[in-house]
T-cell receptor, first 114, second 106 residues
Framework: NAGVTQTPKFRVLKTGQSMTLLCAQDMNHEYMYWYRQDPGMGLRLIHYSVGEGTTAKGEVPDGYNVSRLKKQNFLLGLESAAPSQTSVYFC?????????????FGNGTRLTVT | QQPVQSPQAVILREGEDAVINCSSSKALYSVHWYRQKHGEAPVFLMILLKGGEQKGHEKISASFNEKKQQSSLYLTASQLSYSGTYFCGTEYKLSFGAGTTVTVRA
């Protein structure tokens, strides 16, 4: 039982390049989330999904897109990376909505955009 | 709106106590507490759902006030393993506070 797995762990991009971060969970959770974490700002929600085939915007969605084609996977895409997107990205999942259910986090992806 | 945490940082000696506060301008349905060690993922500590609720986990406990706008996390008789950054999270826009960094020294 791996929990929440994120790939890759590290990535360096040049400005304007694109990439996709993959999040996979094996806990049969309905809800999945993408957060970014910047020094002094805590965790900010980018996008989330309440079930397979659904996505919704969070607090800081600009510059990112997501897809949830399968229940166990939640992909985060950057179409044209910018230095402001340098951050640590965390994926999380929960059995039901976050109001009642703890979030299980992956180990994060450290992205640097030069 | 992001919940407000205080203090930003606290330094303790082993065995000392600390309190971390989390405040919201709106009444909340629930509040979560997580701990994150350097370079690792946040780990769930506890969730509080009811006004006036108190919950404990070993020597770490938390409370949720009656108006459900403030929660406090209590670190009692701190151990070296308690070091890390503590975050409160709320269901309101799934937002987290900026975190409180706790350093416990021998």
């Amino acid at each position: 039982n791996a929990g929440v797995t994120q790939t890759p762990k590290f990535r360096v991009l040049k400005t304007g390049q694109s990439m996709t971060l993959l999040c996979a969970q094996d806990m049969n959770h309905e809800y999945m989330y993408w957060y970014r974490q910047d020094p002094g700002m805590g965790l900010r929600l980018i996008h989330y999904s309440v079930g397979e085939g659904t996505t919704a915007k969070g607090e800081v969605p600009d510059g990112y897109n997501v897809s949830r084609l399968k229940k166990q996977n939640f992909l985060l895409g950057l179409e044209s990376a910018a230095p402001s997107q340098t951050s640590v990205y965390f994926c999380a999942s929960s059995y039901v909505g976050a109001s009642n259910s703890p979030l299980h986090f992956g180990n994060g992806t450290r992205l640097t955009v030069t | 709106q992001q919940p407000v945490q205080s203090p930003q940082a606290v330094i303790l000696r082993e065995g000392e106590d600390a309190v971390i506060n989390c405040s919201s301008s709106k009444a909340l349905y629930s509040v979560h507490w997580y701990r994150q060690k350097h370079g690792e993922a946040p780990v769930f500590l506890m969730i509080l759902l009811k006004g006036g609720e108190q919950k404990g986990h070993e020597k770490i406990s938390a409370s949720f006030n009656e108006k459900k706008q403030q929660s406090s996390l209590y670190l009692t008789a701190s151990q070296l393993s308690y070091s890390g950054t503590y975050f409160c999270g709320t269901e309101y826009k799934l937002s987290f506070g900026a975190g409180t960094t706790v350093t416990v020294r021998a």
